[in-house]
């Protein structure tokens, strides 16, 4: 199988300090193959080396030591960037420029002529969920979750095979986070390549087919998420909800039950039980209280759980 | 490798840079010029025809040549820094863009931005010679404009180059250095000829021709009275702006191409 992205035995190692220049490792012995069509999620905790990483397969930033490939060529060659986009963290653009202005630059710089700019702009623009009367605004007026989402719209501009995606949806509002989600899933469709660094779980359970979790630096686990998900052997939990009844006037009943837990809510309580089984036990318990179920659900734990093992060490 | 995409590249950027400067407000030093010149053009009045034009030649290219110095100075230094320091940069270069692709094109937005300003500066001062009567001059001082402008495309890529390696501030700073001892190189030729020591003298010599040679630049005396550079002055030295700056650009190239965006 070919690979779209190969990273190896890459390491990164920052200067600081003006005087006594101290090297302080950020990216240690990174080995990692991608294959293409499929979300890839990049996990860590802050300052595992997940920005590094991105930026060292941009070209911004230099590797200490090892080699990375996109689309088979060597990350040092200019033309394979034609075939991939990037949506820094946190990004920034000309600030006199107007959003529109910034597409049409971005769309030049690949070489795409005035009519297919025009039209891709506004397609990407409309599609990234922002509002027709901020595209002739200049972007110094424009807030950080619009920022976010001019910055989603010109990494696609080029109809990149792949999209680097540098926490994409931090400063989104919920509609946002759930556009983007959308935008993110029908690119796949498509069949583009995404490679998204981020740390929301539920954005990570909606959408990543592969992950690869980072420890300060070290690759910690890398594979499908269902597979690492049912090798870490984390319980499932299931959340019931109950109304009309005190968490307190419930807990000497609940007592029995091995593995449940309980916790006052505002209209009610909130039980969580370990075994699915016991949802039977505990219903008429509740309606003994005087209260009535709203709701039962299974809560993936899992994935936090799997994520807090693999981020600390 | 010179090729079509290259060249568009640069020019994009180029055309970027021009806007930027223009949305930045860099031209409203022009309307300072246009006051200072329209000023002496009418206090002037007590003097004899000949003066008075005169007085308005040194005055006028004195000021294009500083207010254009400062432009090339304080925008040269910060073209390249700013845009690492804002992120900005991160959107091109992970485009396909190379790094000296960028450095030429930043170098001739603004290269281009002081040709518009130097010219609208040019106009005001010929306006203003037309208006006291010295029509000749109005038309005889445009060559010592075109050496204005030489002058300052080198000060640019020496901010540029200085830029490249040093915080804005330092750049500035140094460039400003440049700018005046680049004034007095000739001199400082001669003063190694004269001098005993060889050593001493070697390094008087390799300071000349490492600094810019500015002297080749100021005509505005003699604009003043009535001279335009000959063709072959004026060839040789945008000869010499040429090749100065190409290598300029080159080694800002080497330097800026192994930096680290951080
Ligand atoms: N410019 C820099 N100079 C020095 N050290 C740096 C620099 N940038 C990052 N680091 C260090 O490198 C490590 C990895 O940082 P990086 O930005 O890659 O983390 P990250 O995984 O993207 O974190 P986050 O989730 O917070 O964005 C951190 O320890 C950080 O302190
Ligand atoms: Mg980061």
Known sequence: ?313 | MLNFSVISHIFTIARNTFREAVRDRVLYNLVLFVLLITASAIFLGELTAGQEARTIVNLGLSAMLIFGAFISIFVGVSLVSKEIERRTIYAIFSKPIGRGEFIVGKYLGLCLTLAVNVLIMGVGVSLALLYVGGGRLAFSIWGAIFLIFLELTILTAVAILFSSFSSPALSALLTFFIFVIGHFSASLKEFAANLGSSFTRLFFDVLYYVLPNLSLYSFITNAAHGDAPPVKMTGGAALYALCYVGVLLVVTNLIFSRRNFK
């Open chain 1, 1 to 313: 199988m070919s690979y779209i992205i190969e990273i190896e035995n890459l390491s990164k190692d920052y200067e600081v300090g003006f005087w006594k220049k101290k090297r302080v490792r950020a990216l240690d012995d990174l080995n990692l193959q991608v294959t293409g069509g499929q979300i890839f999620g990049f996990l860590g905790g802050n300052g595992a080396g997940k920005t590094t990483t991105i930026k060292i397969l941009m070209s911004l930033i230099f590797p200490t030591t090892g080699k990375a490939k996109i689309l088979g060529s060597d990350i040092s060659d200019v033309k394979m960037r034609s075939r991939i986009g990037y949506c820094p963290e946190n990004p920034y653009f000309y600030d006199y420029l107007k959003a529109r202005e910034l597409m049409n630059y971005f769309g030049e710089l690949f070489g795409l002529d005035p009519a297919l700019r025009n039209q891709k702009t506004e397609e990407l623009l409309t599609r990234v969920g922002l509002d027709e009367k901020d595209w002739n605004k200049q972007l110094r007026k424009f807030s950080k979750g619009m920022l976010q989402r001019v910055g989603l719209a010109q990494a696609l501009i080029n109809e990149p095979e792949i999209v680097f995606l540098d926490e994409p949806m931090s400063g989104l509002d919920p509609i946002g986070r759930r556009e983007i989600r959308e935008l993110i899933h029908e690119l796949r469709e498509k069949g583009t390549t995404v490679f998204m660094s981020t740390h929301i779980l539920s954005d990570i359970e909606a959408l990543c087919d592969r992950v690869a979790i980072l420890r300060k630096g070290k690759l910690a686990a890398t594979g499908n998420l269902d597979e690492l998900l049912s090798e870490s052997g984390a319980a499932q939990v299931y959340e019931v909800n109950v109304k009309g009844v005190a968490a307190a006037a419930l807990e000497n009943e609940l007592k029995g039950i091995a593995g449940a837990t309980i916790s006052a809510k505002p209209t009610g309580a909130n039980i969580q039980i370990t075994d699915e089984k016991d949802i039977d036990l505990i219903l008429p318990i509740i309606r003994n209280a005087g209260g009535s179920l709203v709701s039962v659900q299974p809560v993936k734990q899992s994935l936090e759980e799997l994520f807090v093992k693999e981020t600390e060490s």
